[in-house]
Nanobody, 124 residues
């Protein structure tokens, strides 16, 4: 079972993107999903998480007010809508799955599933 983030690309400052996180050969229903990103030369940073029931959501300061996380369990997909993008949002974005409650944790070992990321480049 692996997660796959998609939807990245090149966008201008102030633009928007919607990232998707899907799982192959498995359902995401039991999992809380967290979005991370890693900019060149920087440590991985947690951005947002959503509980399996869609009722518990959290954002870090870098995402509040601009990013929105959501999930569609019927489509087995979690989304991250990103608005008002800035050059500092340039990074590879990853999603991770965790059995349990929504949590943005620095320890990658706390997550059960990871997958390849998707590159977001914000040009000025």
């Amino acid at each position: 079972v692996q997660l796959q983030a998609s939807g990245g690309g090149l966008v201008q400052v102030g633009g928007s993107l919607r990232l998707s996180c899907a799982a192959s050969k498995s359902t995401l229903d039991p999992y809380a999903i967290t979005w991370f990103r890693q900019a060149p030369g920087k440590e991985r940073e947690g951005i947002s998480c959503i509980n399996k029931d869609n009722y518990s959501i959290d954002y870090t300061d870098s995402a509040k007010g601009r990013f929105t996380i959501s999930r569609d369990n019927a489509k087995n997909t979690v989304y991250l809508n990103m608005n008002s993008l800035k050059p500092e949002d340039t990074a590879v974005y990853y999603c991770a799955a965790r059995l349990g409650f929504c949590a943005i944790l620095p320890d990658s070992g706390k997550y059960d599933l990871w997958g390849p990321g998707t590159l977001v480049t914000v040009s000025s």
